[in-house]
């Protein structure tokens, strides 16, 4: 017999509830990114190259870095080798340190107090109001701590460790990040090869 449309459509909405997040893409982007510079490279690793790897906008990503540079979070390099590095060990660098560093710490909840302004209290809220904390805004806060503890005690490195993926695609990842660095290397060569002859012909002139 064929499940009901009701109950089918319903447990594809607890899948995937749509709308609105808390935490915009951005957030989600700068996470996936930054995981790839636990590892220690050789070189810094661009933006643009980071952008490329995960198959999202260079631009948005030139707005994400800058924000996890400012929270010490990176650093970066200016240059054509340039790029970024963590600047801080990947253990001590926490979910939590990334997503504030990004979404300037989101609240859960903005409590607007409207208990106060029931009709019936005519503008004059009765004492009782007074002695108790609200209810509603206890329990979004205490959801809102427990979020922000989860993320606290997880780390970029736990990330890291967990994630799943056999050791040839790590290994992929790393040689398409070392080309790519060594092809900006070559094209900085080129270009000072380039110059150097320009100026030895104007010389001649």
Known sequence: MDRPAGIARNKRQAADPGGPSLYGASVEYGIHCIIWLVHPRTKPVSSRDLADLQGISPA????ILPKLEKAGLVASTSGINGGYRLARR?????????????????????CKDIRRK???????????IERHDC??????????NSMRDEMARTSLLDLANGFQAPAEFRNDVDAWLDDRGAGRESSRIAAVKTSARRIAMEKKT
């Open 90 to 110: 990947p253990q001590d660098i926490t979910v939590l340190d990334i997503v504030d560093a990004i979404d300037g710490g989101k609240r859960l909840f903005d």
């Open 135 to 144: 209810g509603v805004h206890a329990v979004m806060l205490r959801a809102e």
């Open 118 to 128: 029931c009709l019936l209290f005519d503008g004059r809220p009765p004492g009782w």
């Open 60 to 63: 948005l990503l030139a707005r």
